[in-house]
């Protein structure tokens, strides 16, 4: 009776730890170069390998998550980031750790052994026994190298390992039904569900998941005033304009946080052009109903109209903007916030 006692109050120890868990610095370091790696952005990524290891990554906790990433990726991407890695670590700085050295895991040796520790795996990351008998050849890759050769390597463990591949998936298209199954399996191999969600929100919220080749930019202090959130602005210069340089419109890309918004305003001297290039937004005219915006529509604002638009309050938003001049003196008149009694009544 006694040892059921303990046996059942160490279970729920456990567990309150699980759902305590909060996303630390290192789990959203291997997260934020996991999740670049996947999209093959080198340029953001060199600068998350250096937060990273700054953060308690070590450096073979990288080798290994790049790596395991090849497996759903590509080699061309894990090479890439392997590359990255490589030329940020010509100046290492004394902080950085080397981690526990590399060892050969044993099953590289056994095949039966690999395939085995692989059926195990897969079967607690899926919630039971899985068979992909449709496809004979991809079922064994999944268990003999994927879940077997690849998880055997102690760098990382299984907890960590679906952080890397969650963060990797949610910065791809076309993946959703895997991302989906590597969110329960994060769980179901050691995260809390509290965890996963934080951690899907985190790489949303700093940008990571947007997918279009547009920078998030710098953060739109100027402008702060007249917005509702946070907001970021990056100028966009058509290249090889020569003569023609001078007459060009200038075009930003302005980022919105979810929820975020700027005010009720009026542009006068000239028609504001957006161009919305990833994300879910809106846009509302006084006086009209809101237009929800998605990728690829172009919104018209004629001079003199009060408008406003942003993002919608679960994603990230994004749009190109430039304007249009119609004569007389060009302005922005900024008037009263969008409130949230307002806002929230969207749908």
């Known amino acids: 009776m006694m040892r059921r006692i303990v046996t059942l109050l160490i279970a729920v120890l456990t567990m309150v730890t699980i759902q305590g868990q909060n996303l630390t610095e290192r789990q959203k370091g291997l997260a934020s170069c996991a999740c670049l790696m996947a999209q093959g952005d080198l340029e953001r990524l060199e600068p998350a390998v250096r937060v990273a290891l700054d953060n308690g990554v070590t450096i073979n906790e990288l080798k290994e998550a790049f790596s395991q990433l090849y497996a759903y990726t590509g080699f061309p991407r894990s090479l890439n980031a392997l590359g990255v890695l490589s030329k940020v670590l010509e100046d290492k700085r004394p902080n950085w750790q080397e981690g526990k050295?590399?060892?050969?895991?044993?099953?590289?040796?056994?095949?039966?052994?690999?395939?085995?520790?692989?059926?195990?795996?897969?079967?607690?990351l899926s919630g039971r026994p899985f068979d992909y008998d449709f496809?004979?050849?991809?079922?064994?890759?999944?268990?003999?190298?994927?879940?077997?050769?690849?998880?055997?390597?102690?760098?990382?463990?299984?907890?960590?390992?679906?952080?890397?591949?969650?963060?990797?998936?949610?910065?791809?298209?076309?993946?959703?039904?895997?991302l989906a199954a590597h969110k329960q399996g994060a769980v179901n191999m050691g995260n809390s569900q509290e965890l996963v969600d934080e951690l899907c929100a985190w790489l949303g919220h700093e940008g990571y998941t947007l997918r279009n080749g547009f920078p998030k930019?710098?953060?739109?202090?100027?402008?702060?005033?007249?917005?509702?959130?946070?907001?970021?602005?990056?100028?966009?210069?058509?290249?090889?304009?020569?003569?023609?340089?001078?007459?060009?419109?200038?075009?930003?890309?302005?980022?919105?946080?979810p929820g975020c918004r700027n005010n009720w305003h009026i542009h006068h001297g000239a028609r504001q052009i957006l161009i919305c290039v990833s994300g879910r937004g809106w846009y509302q005219e006084w006086g009209k109903d809101p237009i929800a915006l998605t990728s690829g529509m172009i919104i018209d604002i004629p001079e003199g109209v009060k408008h406003w638009h942003g993002a919608q309050k679960d994603s990230w938003f994004q749009h190109l903007t430039t304007h249009v001049k119609t004569g007389g003196e060009e302005s922005n008149e900024w008037l009263e916030p969008v409130t949230d009694e307002i806002y929230n009544q969207l749908k």
């Open 101 to 124: 050295p590399w060892t050969r895991p044993q099953e590289w040796d056994d095949a039966r052994k690999a395939f085995e520790l692989g059926r195990k795996n897969q079967t607690q």
């Open 135 to 178: 496809c004979p050849q991809d079922d064994y890759y999944l268990k003999a190298h994927l879940f077997g050769d690849i998880f055997a390597g102690d760098q990382l463990n299984a907890a960590d390992r679906e952080i890397v591949t969650v963060a990797a998936l949610s910065g791809l298209d076309g993946v959703a039904p895997q």
């Open 217 to 257: 930019g710098v953060a739109n202090t100027g402008y702060a005033q007249y917005f509702i959130g946070d907001s970021y602005l990056c100028p966009i210069k058509p290249a090889n304009l020569g003569e023609n340089e001078a007459t060009v419109l200038p075009t930003v890309n302005v980022t919105f946080e």
